[in-house]
């Protein structure tokens, strides 16, 4: 199994980046997947979930409006599209992927971690 992670970088504030998560090893449509994200200091937090079809996500009060998350199921890969960047989004974001019927928000009803790409956001 395994979730390879890119698209982070260094950007400005009021910018944006477009996180992508590649999955390989099981079967991906079978997943619910999230994005989280882990300051320094702090717990990882839930960033945003999509259910098995695409169809029903979820994404942070923090993030809502600026943040979306999306699936390809042809291509086994997830997205985070992140606009209007603050520089309190500067963290690691990392992607998971559940064994659920439905969006799923806590850490501990994910299965399966990818490694984690670095956003930083500068004032």
């Known amino acids: 199994v395994q979730l390879q992670a890119s698209g982070g970088g260094l950007v400005q504030a009021g910018g944006y980046l477009r996180l992508s998560c590649e999955a390989s090893?099981?079967?991906?449509?079978?997943?619910?997947m999230g994005w989280f994200r882990q300051a320094p200091g702090k717990e990882r937090e839930f960033v945003a979930t999509?259910?098995?079809?695409?169809?029903?996500?979820r994404h942070a009060d923090s993030v809502k409006g600026r943040f979306t998350i999306s699936r390809d199921n042809g291509k086994n890969t997830v997205y985070l599209q992140m606009n209007s960047l603050k520089p309190e989004d500067t963290a690691v974001y990392f992607c998971?992927?559940?064994?659920?019927?439905?969006?799923?928000?806590?850490?501990?009803?994910?299965?399966?971690w990818g490694q984690g790409t670095q956003v930083t956001v500068s004032s």
């Open positions: 998971a992927a559940a064994r659920a019927i439905t969006i799923v928000t806590r850490t501990s009803d994910y299965a399966y």
């Open positions: 090893g099981f079967t991906f449509s079978n997943y619910v």
């Open positions: 999509i259910n098995l079809n695409g169809v029903i996500t």
